[in-house]
């Protein structure tokens, strides 16, 4: 699989190859994060989220790891399929400070290679 | 498919048109969000209602002009827009209040604006 340390807009992976997406947060206070995948001309889809109480977190071929040490969030996809492509960006919020919406963070592209 | 419904995908304007962008959601969520996102970028927060009040206004420019009817509905009204306000205006909800425990907001597919 490929990883990226820091902040990439674009990254680009073989088909059946996992992937690692991360994403650097700003708020301290934040205690609710999530990622969504945005495929061209579509709105942002949940794909996962995660609280502060938690480090990890499972989906179908879906892991969100949590590291508040460092403010990082980072999405792994495993096996990636062309289904895959799309724009995915983390948000951040608090929860129980009412409906204040989620910070979005940077996207990054991913690209499936055949 | 989204529960959130936005009309219409996409709009052409002229800088002295006036036109509205519509939301609506029937989930039973009280709280309701505009964003706009322009190309290769992340969504940005404009308002936010709660209850059908808003509660949050990001400093956006008051040529938008945000309305909530209700619980359910959500406009967007446009005038004397700039090209520079061309984007995707993304329609959000989340359920808010005592009993919810995800910070997860639905979005509809967004309506496309061009303004020339």
């Known amino acids: 699989g490929e990883s990226v340390g820091l902040h990439l807009p674009t990254l680009s992976v073989q088909e059946g190859d996992n992937s690692i997406i991360n994403c650097a947060y700003s708020n301290s206070a934040s205690d609710y994060f999530i990622w969504y995948k945005q495929e061209s001309g579509k709105g942002p889809q949940f794909i996962i989220d995660i609280r502060s109480n938690m480090d990890k977190r499972q989906g179908q071929r879906v892991t969100v790891l949590l590291n508040k040490t460092v403010k990082h969030l980072s999405l792994q996809i495993a096996a990636t399929q062309p289904g895959d492509s799309a724009v995915y960006f983390c948000?951040?919020?608090?929860?129980?400070?009412?409906?204040?919406?989620?910070?979005f963070g940077k996207g990054t592209h991913l690209i499936i290679q055949p | 498919d989204t529960e959130v419904t936005q009309t219409p995908k996409h709009l052409v304007m002229g800088m002295t048109n006036k036109k509205s962008l519509k939301c609506e959601q029937h989930m039973g969520h009280r709280a309701m969000y505009w964003y706009k996102q322009k190309a290769k970028k992340p969504p940005e927060l404009m308002f936010v209602?709660?209850?059908?009040?808003?509660?949050i206004n990001e400093s956006v420019p008051s040529r938008f002009s945000p309305e909530c009817p209700n619980s359910s509905l959500l406009n967007l009204h446009l005038h004397a827009l700039q090209p520079e306000d061309s984007a995707l205006y993304l329609c959000?909800?989340?359920?808010?209040?005592?009993?919810?425990?995800?910070?997860?907001?639905?979005f509809g597919e967004g309506s496309r604006l061009t303004v020339l």
């Open positions: 948000a951040e919020n608090i929860l129980g400070g009412g409906a204040d919406g989620l910070t």
């Open positions: 959000a909800s989340s359920p808010t209040g005592e009993g919810w425990d995800t910070g997860e907001l639905f």
């Open positions: 209602y709660s209850y059908e009040k808003l509660s």
